[in-house]
C-alpha cells in the first residue's frame, strides 16, 4: 500500500528552528508537497519538490532525497503564528496525491 | 470574492435528510476537488473534475453525489448521510495543468455534523 508517515505533533520554541520529517512509500514518484493548516482554516500551499535537494523559501526550507523516500520542513526563527498543522503529500505514479495526516506544531514563548 | 468560496461553513444534519455544498473559485482554474478531513487523519480526495469532467471518483459511497455544472462552481450533493460522514469537507482548485503537479487552493471547508 501507498504510505506517507510525519510526526503526531512537535513542540518548539518562539525563535528556534525545527525540522518537520515526512518519509513516504508511494507507487512511483511525481513530486512532493507541503501545505500548513492553520486551525479551522484551508491548507496553503508552502512547497513543492521533484529533485533532490534543498530548495529555500525565506524562513521555510524544503528538502528531499528520493533514493530515501524523505523530506522535511525546515522553519528558521519560529514566530507564534507559525503553529499549525504541516501536511506532506506525495504525487504518485498515477499523477494521485497521497496525503500524510499532517504534523501539529506547537510554539510556546 | 477571491480565491475559493465554500457555503455553508457549518451545517448540521439528521441522516434523512438532503443538503447541498456549495464550492466557488474565482481563480480561473481548470480542475476542482472535493476532499473529506477527519480529525487526525490524512485528507481523502473524494472527486476531482477537469474542465467540467469528472476524472476521479474514489470509490465514494453513492450517498455522496458531485456536480460541476461549469469551471468555477462545484457542488456536492448530500443524502442520507451516516453520523462517521461528519467531518470537515475541504474544496481545492488548481490550474490543472502539469497532471496534478501543481499547486492546489483550498476553499475554507464545510464543518459538517451528522445526528
Known amino acids: 500500500g501507498q504510505n506517507i508517515d510525519q510526526p503526531t505533533e512537535m513542540t518548539a520554541t518562539e525563535g528556534a528552528i525545527v525540522q518537520i520529517n515526512c518519509t513516504y512509500q508511494t507507487s512511483g514518484f511525481n513530486g512532493l508537497f507541503w501545505y500548513q493548516q492553520h486551525a479551522g482554516e484551508a491548507p496553503t500551499f508552502l512547497s513543492y519538490n521533484v529533485l533532490d535537494g534543498l530548495e529555500e523559501k525565506g524562513r521555510f526550507s524544503s528538502f528531499l532525497s528520493r533514493s530515501k523516500g524523505y523530506s522535511y520542513l525546515l522553519l528558521k526563527e519560529l514566530q507564534m503564528k507559525d503553529s499549525a498543522s504541516y501536511l506532506c503529500?506525495?504525487?504518485?505514479?498515477?499523477?494521485?496525491?497521497?496525503w500524510g495526516a499532517g504534523t501539529k506544531l506547537i510554539i510556546k514563548p | 470574492e477571491t480565491g475559493v468560496t465554500q457555503t455553508p461553513r457549518h451545517l448540521v444534519m439528521g441522516m434523512t435528510n438532503k443538503k447541498s455544498l456549495k464550492c466557488e473559485q474565482h481563480?480561473?482554474?481548470?480542475?476542482m476537488y472535493w476532499y473529506k478531513q477527519s480529525a487526525k487523519k490524512p485528507l481523502e480526495l473524494m472527486f476531482v473534475?477537469?474542465?467540467?469532467?469528472?476524472?476521479e471518483n474514489n470509490s465514494v459511497p453513492s450517498r455522496f453525489s458531485p456536480e460541476c455544472p461549469n469551471s468555477s462552481h462545484l457542488f456536492l450533493h448530500l443524502h442520507t448521510l451516516q453520523p462517521e460522514d461528519s467531518a470537515l469537507y475541504l474544496c481545492?482548485?488548481?490550474?490543472?495543468?502539469?497532471?496534478?503537479?501543481?499547486?492546489?487552493?483550498f476553499g475554507p471547508g464545510t464543518r459538517l455534523t451528522v445526528l
Open positions: 481563480l480561473g482554474h481548470n480542475a
Open positions: 473534475y477537469s474542465l467540467e469532467e469528472r476524472v
Open positions: 481545492a482548485s488548481s490550474q490543472g495543468r502539469d497532471r496534478g503537479a501543481d499547486e492546489q487552493f
Open positions: 503529500a506525495v504525487l504518485d505514479s498515477n499523477y494521485q496525491l497521497i
